[in-house]
T-cell receptor, first 112, second 119 residues
Framework: ELKVEQNPLFLSMQEGKNYTIYCNYSTTSDRLYWYRQDPGKSLESLFVLLSNGAVKQEGRLMASLDTKARLSTLHITAAVHDLSATYFCAVGSGGSNYKLTFGKGTLLTVNP | DTEVTQTPKHLVMGMTNKKSLKCEQHMGHRAMYWYKQKAKKPPELMFVYSYEKLSINESVPSRFSPECPNSSLLNLHLHALQPEDSALYLC??????????????????FGEGSWLTVV
């Protein structure tokens, strides 16, 4: 059974600081997703990582994937308050990667 | 347009009621999904439809009955639900996985969700 572990689960940081969220998964997969969820809202797709060594960046967020280590990271650079949200990683599995297994999520709070 | 539309946004139903949640997308996606999300928890997969056929049923109780009338629509029929079924129900869609192409077709797009309360 695929297990996806995110850490930390709670992250409180100051504006302007950098930090990394980690996502480990237990079985082979070639598809890793990062989503953002604001309170009471749906999931916003941030990144889809498809291959070993993939790196994608959007604004202050950068995601990477190491399939050999079964590890993805979401790096936050110079955090701003607007980044406060819950961030989920999700790993694709099944014959067509239809099944997403989500990590527990990281609740990020960026303080002024 | 990367939009998945869900209705209703909020639904309150009694344990003896029959209701339906609806989901629509016009992106030409051939895979559609239902997820359930409880408060402060990650989403959990319920059903996957691929080319209008049920591909995955994650051992969901029969009081939840999915239906895919055509490639743009996905319904979730609800009957005799329990209070513990109260949750946010998320519909999602994606292009069918066809290989290692690296374009945005791999993205799974989520709708805004339907908040369900069973009383």
């Amino acid at each position: 059974e695929l297990k996806v572990e995110q850490n930390p689960l709670f992250l409180s940081m100051q504006e302007g600081k950098n930090y990394t969220i980690y996502c480990n998964y237990s079985t082979t997969s070639d598809r890793l997703y990062w989503y953002r969820q604001d309170p009471g809202k749906s999931l916003e797709s941030l990144f889809v990582l498809l291959s070993n060594g993939a790196v994608k960046q959007e604004g202050r967020l950068m995601a990477s994937l190491d399939t050999k280590a079964r590890l993805s990271t979401l790096h936050i650079t110079a955090a701003v308050h607007d980044l406060s949200a819950t961030y989920f990683c999700a790993v694709g599995s099944g014959g067509s990667n239809y099944k997403l297994t989500f990590g527990k999520g990281t609740l990020l709070t960026v303080n002024p | 347009d990367t939009e998945v539309t869900q209705t209703p946004k909020h639904l309150v139903m009694g344990m003896t009621n029959k209701k339906s949640l609806k989901c629509e997308q016009h992106m030409g996606h051939r895979a559609m999904y239902w997820y359930k999300q409880k408060a402060k928890k990650p989403p959990e997969l319920m059903f996957v439809y691929s080319y209008e056929k049920l591909s995955i049923n994650e051992s969901v109780p029969s009081r939840f009955s999915p239906e895919c009338p055509n490639s743009s629509l996905l319904n979730l029929h609800l009957h005799a639900l329990q209070p513990e079924d109260s949750a946010l129900y998320l519909c999602a869609s994606s292009l069918r996985y066809t290989g290692t192409d690296n374009n945005s077709g791999n993205t799974i797009y989520f709708g805004e969700g339907s908040w369900l309360t069973v009383v």
